[in-house]
């Protein structure tokens, strides 16, 4: 073809009756030439949309609530991980339910290493836990006060990722290594920085609540990134102090709420070409999604049952 100017929209739907992901990977291929010589050409992804359930976080065996009694006990902290291996969350309520089975684990685990604490509390299931308020984008975080009753002091202790996630604003004490075999860094919710005491389920708790209004629901999502690996384009991207070439047409910064909800709409503002660097003929476009977090990380996206997205892509002969 020597048109100059060449459009092509490439779509994907998960037509799966069943909640069954699929890859995002899809391709339009032409009998004849889309370029006579890519290296004619330059390219550029004029316009996205996405609806797509993209997962907010991604956790793994690292990330761990622990807990700390001191008092003339066994003040050995009591970590718990939230997973046992690498999970992708998709809503808060997930997180808050991991959240709350590792706080059950753990204060029963508390309980056990120390028999007199656990005598002296009224109620043998009375635990902390997280609550989550949609309409209003907030985490509370409930103590029971018996927790610490003298002569005991009861510290709550979250790892990075999961300390930003339900972020009171008011976390502090960054220590490493609270067990000698673990590497780990740890953010400690300052007990005395409570909003209020209530009564509930016949107990009374220490609240700790998102101070933040302008609080965001946390995603450890950079962006979503378009990859064609068919288009052989002249991109680099810096990474770990290398340069290195990629298949990357476009790479779109996300925010937490295009995460949460998983519908983009992107259109072009300006330019964003890449100029493709081989001398051959064209014929085939292969797209595939892929989450970059925020540690530089690139994971695929699943498309689950109903997902969709729709990719327009332009060259332009130079």
């Known amino acids: 073809m020597s048109n100059r100017i ?7 739907l998960n037509e799966q009756v069943h909640d ?11 009998n004849e030439n889309i370029l006579d010589q890519s290296n004619d050409y330059k390219v550029q992804v004029k316009s996205f949309k996405t609806n797509i359930n993209l997962p907010i976080l991604t956790i793994d065996e690292t990330d761990k609530i622990a807990f700390v009694l001191t008092g003339d006990v066994d003040d050995t902290p009591v970590q718990v991980p939230l997973v046992t291996s690498k999970t992708d969350i998709y809503n808060i309520e997930e997180l808050v339910l991991r959240m709350n089975l590792a706080f059950i684990v753990g204060s029963n685990t508390v309980k056990s290493n120390n028999p007199t604490f656990a005598s002296s509390l009224s109620d043998s299931i009375l635990h902390p836990f997280i609550k989550y308020i949609s309409e209003e984008n907030s985490y509370a975080y409930l103590v029971p006060t018996e927790y610490n009753e003298a002569p005991y002091t009861f510290a709550t202790y979250f790892t990075p990722k999961i300390s930003r996630a339900i972020y009171f604003g008011y976390l502090d004490t960054l220590f490493n290594s609270i067990i000698d075999s673990t590497n780990l860094e ?3 919710l300052d007990t005395n920085s409570f909003d209020q ?17 302008e609080y965001k629901s946390l995603t450890d999502n950079d962006s979503i990134v378009v990859v064609a690996k068919s288009i052989p384009v002249n991109g680099s991207l810096e990474h770990e102090e290398k340069r290195i070439e990629t298949q990357i047409l476009k790479q779109y910064k996300l925010t937490s709420k295009e995460c949460e909800f998983g519908n983009i709409v992107y259109n072009k503002t300006y330019d964003d070409y890449y100029e493709l660097i081989s001398h051959y003929p064209l014929s085939r476009i292969d797209i595939e999604l892929f989450i970059r977090k925020d540690n530089g990380e690139l994971i695929p996206v699943k498309m689950h049952s109903k997902d969709f997205y729709s990719i327009d892509i332009e060259f332009v002969k130079i």
């Open 197 to 213: 005491i209530i009564s509930a389920i016949g107990h009374t708790f220490f609240i700790y609540v998102n101070r933040d209004p």
């Open 20 to 30: 069954e992901t699929v890859d995002t990977r899809t391709s339009i291929e032409k």
């Open 6 to 12: 060449i459009n092509y929209t490439v779509q994907k």
């Open 186 to 188: 740890y953010n400690r």
